[in-house]
């Protein structure tokens, strides 16, 4: 009885997670991404000075600076930012000619800008276009190696004058200099908003006709962004055959959708039914398996957290690794099969020996739980395009285990299997990638000009499940 005499109130307490379990005190690991950063290789000395400056100018106080003064210092620095773009695009795109990225087992400098340098892959994309651009354009290339043309500008160039059309004007006999001279001219000139025109005007005087027709479907493309809220941004390009049956479709399913006093905008609707439709075939389960597990939405919290009435806040942690409030686990689990996965404290949790050669589904998840995605160091593909590769070979004697299994992209399985090499360290909690020679591969640009790491500016993991108290 409680003290004024009523009865307290009944609430269920679910049986303690096991030691070991998934979200039961977990030991904190360093991030792999920090662990990965310990000492790359110190910057040449030409490079170093630069650094150096700029290390000095970005210290200086800008408190007493005059109008006049800040905007003389942002014009000074917008052509640093110039020539440093330039420099790097001029660098990049000559190491994809050398084919430099494979020394860190990368098929070319895009992927090695995302995976070393933290770049993303439009900024990458964009880097290496340009550096393409003033391989093919010597005059430009020579003015933005004085500061005098934007990274943006080289991308409006190589978006109209494309390779393609720049050997065909070779091709044709086409005076390309007088055309390298034109672009640069309006760049560095005093209409420097005409370049998309100048361009345009180029390419049809070297190609009045334009490309051949092709198949429709070819320029076909949809890119999904991933915030790091967990949401997502589309763009993309249809045909007009492949756009009205899209269109067709979700109109079907945001007119059924509709009902009296429905405020949504016809963009609102438009995305609702592009859910609905992935709802339907995702609970008809008539889509095709993907790496023996049939597709499906996965959401890891903590099972006090999914039975709590009170609501409580707690994060979940969706398959893609986004963190997401416990709600939208909890409205998931209305309609889903719940499994529990069960960390042992030995690590060894899920174990088949070696009755079986290929990696079951369950073992398969608890992998993607560790891991994410492909673990060579660098690369950022998804655990649906891994394999699960088996450190110690079936053949040779090694078990169908998580602890013996990782997740390798196709391309870097084929590495593993042809000198490289990827380790679990047990002591830092991530994985290492050694090349042929034996050296590790690191990423990161963050050292100092004498080679040391600079102090560890990555905050530690926070647990995957907060403590409660």
């Known amino acids: 009885m409680g003290l004024d005499g009523e009865a307290p109130a009944l609430r269920w307490v679910p049986e303690p997670l096991p030691p070991g379990a998934l979200g039961a005190d977990p030991a904190p690991a360093p991030s792999p991404v920090a662990a990965a950063r310990r000492r790359p290789e110190p910057p040449p000395d030409d490079v170093t000075a630069v650094i150096d400056a700029l290390l000095v100018a970005a210290g200086a106080e800008l408190g007493e600076a005059s109008s006049a003064q800040l905007l003389d210092r942002a014009r000074g620095l917008a052509r640093v930012q110039n020539l440093v773009a330039a420099e790097l695009a001029r660098v990049v795109a000559h190491a994809e000619t050398q084919e430099a990225a494979a020394a860190d087992g990368l098929s070319g400098m895009r992927p090695w800008l995302r995976g070393h340098v933290g770049a993303s892959g439009p900024e990458a994309a964009a880097t290496l276009a340009a550096g393409r651009v003033l391989q093919r354009m010597p005059v430009l290339g020579e003015a933005a190696a004085q500061g005098a043309v934007t990274l943006g500008q080289l991308g409006v160039v190589g978006r109209v004058l494309t390779a393609d059309v720049w050997a065909t004007g070779e091709a044709a006999g086409h005076d390309m200099a007088a055309a390298d001279q034109a672009v640069t001219d309006t760049v560095t000139g005093n209409h420097p908003r005409t370049l998309p025109q100048v361009c345009q005007r180029i390419a049809d005087l070297i190609d009045p006709d334009g490309p051949e027709p092709v198949d429709p479907t070819a320029g076909r493309f949809l890119r999904i962004t991933r915030r790091a809220d967990g949401s997502r941004a589309l763009r993309g390009t249809l045909d007009a055959a492949g756009g009205e049956k899209v269109e067709a479709a979700l109109e079907a399913i945001a007119a059924a959708g509709r009902c009296e006093g429905d405020l ?145 992209c196709e391309r870097h399985h084929t590495q593993v299997h042809h000198g490289f090499s990827i380790t679990w360290d047990a002591d830092r909690g991530h994985w290492r990638t050694l090349r042929p020679d034996g050296t590790e591969i690191l990423v990161g640009p963050l050292t100092d000009t004498r080679g040391d790491p600079l102090p560890d500016l990555h905050t530690a993991d926070p647990p995957l499940f907060p403590a409660r108290s």
């Open 264 to 408: 949504r905008t016809p963009e609102q609707r438009s995305a609702d039914a592009l859910v609905q439709l992935a709802d339907l075939h995702l609970a008809a389960g008539d889509l095709p398996v993907l790496r023996t597990v049939k597709p499906q939405l996965t959401a890891l919290i903590q099972l006090e957290d999914l039975a709590d009435p009170t609501g409580v806040a707690a994060t979940t942690t969706l398959g893609s690794g986004a963190t997401a409030s416990s709600l939208v686990a909890r409205q998931a689990a209305c309609d889903a099969d719940i499994a529990r996965i069960v960390l042992g404290p030995d690590s060894l949790p899920l174990d088949v020996g070696r009755a079986r050669r290929l990696v079951p589904a369950h073992i398969r998840r608890a992998a993607e739980v560790r891991d994410g995605g492909c673990v060579f160091t660098g690369c950022h593909n998804p655990a649906w395009m891994c394999d699960a590769h088996h450190l110690v070979h079936w053949i040779d004697g090694g078990a169908t285990s998580r602890e013996n299994t990782a997740l390798l």
